[in-house]
């Protein structure tokens, strides 16, 4: 079975038998897309929420608003629909602890919001999610079911 690295800033499609898989999600947020009936799947590693934000932003994987729609691009590409995909959303965790309430800090947060609100926006149903805490996610995404393993240190492992 095939077994691809998405990196951080990342994303890849598989159809199956295949494992997308991605290392230390921490306040990244990885973005899990899925088509039951034709068995493909796409996984994104988004660090940003927002490509509107930042002038250095050519790389559309890094942003959840960009990230998403090429990920979309790219499953169609290989035969999946849109209209079948599902979505799965792990990470956005809160890594260091801020003593004042500014929101700039709380990346984690805002990528979660913004991968959510992208999602929606495209009539993306999000069946499951694993997001939040304080801890680094190792997520692999099969392509024959489209599970999601989540592994984490401390906190175990679990399939959404």
């Not at 690295?5 to 295949?18: E, S, T, Y």
């Not at 034709?38 to 994104?44: Q, V």
């Not at 988004?46 to 499953?75: C, H, Q, R, V, Y």
């Amino acid at each position: 079975m095939e077994i691809i690295k998405v990196g951080m800033a990342d994303l890849n499609v598989i159809k199956a038998p295949g494992i997308l898989t991605t290392l230390g999600l921490g306040s990244c947020v990885g973005i899990a897309l899925y088509d039951k009936y034709n068995k493909i799947a796409g996984l994104a590693h988004i660090m940003l929420p927002s490509s509107k934000e930042i002038k250095n932003n050519e790389n559309k994987a890094k942003f959840a608003d960009t990230g998403i729609e090429l990920l979309i691009e790219m499953m169609v590409k290989e035969g999946a629909k849109k209209e079948n995909l599902t979505a799965k959303v792990t990470g956005g965790s809160q890594m260091f602890s801020f003593n004042n309430n500014n929101s700039v800090l709380k990346i984690g947060e805002r990528n979660v919001t913004a991968t959510k609100e992208k999602l929606n926006g495209l009539n993306i149903r999000i069946i499951s999610e694993d997001t939040g805490g304080n801890y680094g996610r190792t997520i692999e995404l099969n392509a024959e079911d489209g599970s999601l393993l989540i592994k984490t240190i401390g906190h175990g492992e679990k399939i959404i």
